[in-house]
């Protein structure tokens, strides 16, 4: 009965290739996040969307599209893929403003 | 900049004792500020949770102290054990805003 998960857990590629990566959460909350944190923990906000509806957009370049089929879902598709891209990214979700609740993780290797 | 500032150090320390992990933030408008634990391999869990009307929050074996005035905060770990052995973000979310800013995060190592 995992929260949140996404898939694939490790996803290795090329430079110039285009990926997805999928978050499902079965908590039943209303927003859902995507982060990028870096080889030195940082972690960063990338996405949220609220409702299916796109609230937080951070300066990310328009290489990375979400895309939010339904509350439960929120994906996140990379065209062009740059070595810089290289970094774990995780999906979160929360009902209001409370606890975020993350993911496993996506760790994303371009070569 | 980043509002939540911790530069990654290491604080090491012999199972049983307590731990105090702290961190900073600049942004005097964050009303809600949360402790992650992120062990290796894992996303961030969330820990313990304080709102800005609130200066001490007590959970199992862990307290936040929150002070608003020298915007500081810190979690207590109390009889630190290997398990606890991690990288420990605070995170403020900016009133009216569904976002967490993280601090750069400290990690816990715990000697047996």
């Known amino acids: 009965d995992t929260a949140v998960s996404q898939t694939p857990k490790y996803l290795v590629t090329q430079m110039g290739n285009d990926k997805s990566i999928k978050c499902e959460q079965n908590?039943?909350?209303?927003?859902m996040y995507w982060y990028k944190q870096d080889s030195k923990k940082f972690l960063k906000i990338m996405f949220s969307y609220n409702n299916k509806e796109l609230i937080i957009n951070e300066t990310v370049p328009n290489r990375f599209s979400p895309k939010s089929p339904d509350k439960a879902h929120l994906n996140l598709h990379i065209n062009s893929l740059e070595l810089g891209d290289s970094a774990v990214y995780f999906c979160?979700?929360?009902?209001?403003?409370?606890?975020?609740?993350f993911g496993p993780g996506t760790r994303l290797t371009v070569t | 900049g980043e509002s939540v500032g911790l530069h990654l150090p290491t604080l090491s320390v012999q199972e049983g004792d307590n731990s105090i992990i702290n961190c900073a933030y600049s942004n005097s408008a964050s009303d809600y500020f949360i402790w992650y634990k992120q062990e290796s391999g894992k996303g961030p869990q969330f820990i313990i949770d304080?709102?800005?009307?609130?200066d001490k929050r007590q959970g199992q074996r862990v307290t936040v102290l929150l002070n608003k005035t020298v915007k500081h905060l810190s979690l207590q770990i109390a009889a630190t054990q290997p398990g606890d052995s991690a990288v420990y973000f605070c995170a403020e979310n900016l009133s009216g805003r569904r976002a967490l800013t993280f601090g750069s995060g400290t990690r816990l190592q715990v000697q047996p």
């Open positions: 908590l039943g909350h209303d927003t």
């Open positions: 979160a979700s929360t009902q209001g403003r409370s606890e975020q609740y």
């Open positions: 304080i709102r800005s009307n609130m």
